[in-house]
């Protein structure tokens, strides 16, 4: 299970994701492609505008995306948090401008969406990235790793800051997560990279 966070102007962070073979996640809010990351993926940002209440618009992450979009592992399609169904018509409009700029495109699935909704969607080149609010996000994730076993798609978690939602994640099967502790606290970074790795070894 591959661990994304975004970049951070913090030497001491970014050595400590570095080490740990941490990929790099870029943002519209943090677009730098810095050096030393083997894996990067990009996120649409819809989260950080919901954090501060504003509207969300394509033009920097359209600007991201074709900038970086073939280097990518992954683009997160845009969505709207929490928003159910809508959040998904919002997504698959973006797919074919998407999947002609990057080798596999995420759907965010939110807080009321199915399996049965996403089924006919997902493939080898449409994964998914389980967002929505905390507790949906952890009820429903096995959920999405069975869809993700039976379909042979790409399956990631936001939001993944703890040992105990990385054995969460593990046990469904989850390809990659992100999270803003590593970003935020170097400190972090080790503990979160052991207790992923223990997660895989229990698995085995």
């Not at 730098?32 to 819809?46: H, T, W």
């Not at 995420?106 to 080149?125: F, K």
């Amino acid at each position: 299970m591959i661990m994304f966070a975004t970049g951070t102007g913090t030497r001491r962070n970014l050595a400590a994701m570095r080490a740990n073979k941490w990929g790099l996640l870029l943002t519209p809010d943090r677009p730098e492609l810095l050096q030393g990351f083997s894996k990067i993926a990009i996120d649409n940002g819809a989260w950080g505008a919901y954090q501060r209440k504003k509207p969300w618009t394509s033009d920097k992450f359209c600007q991201l995306v074709e900038k970086y979009g073939h280097k990518a592992n992954w683009v997160v399609a845009p969505d709207i948090v929490c928003g159910g169904l809508d959040s998904l018509v919002r997504s698959l409009e973006w797919v074919p401008w998407l999947l002609d700029r990057c080798q596999l495109v995420l759907i965010a699935v939110q807080n009321g969406m199915t399996d049965a909704d996403l089924r006919p969607h997902v493939g080898s080149r449409i994964g998914l990235f389980v967002g929505g609010d905390s507790e949906w996000k952890e009820k429903s994730l096995p959920m999405w790793g069975r869809l993700a076993r039976e379909t042979g798609c790409y399956l990631h978690v936001g939001r993944v800051n703890s040992a105990r939602r990385i054995r969460l994640c593990a046990m469904s099967g989850v390809d990659s997560v992100d999270g803003t502790s590593g970003t935020r606290f170097a400190v972090t970074i080790p503990p979160l990279s052991a207790a992923c790795a223990q997660a895989a070894l229990e698995l085995f």
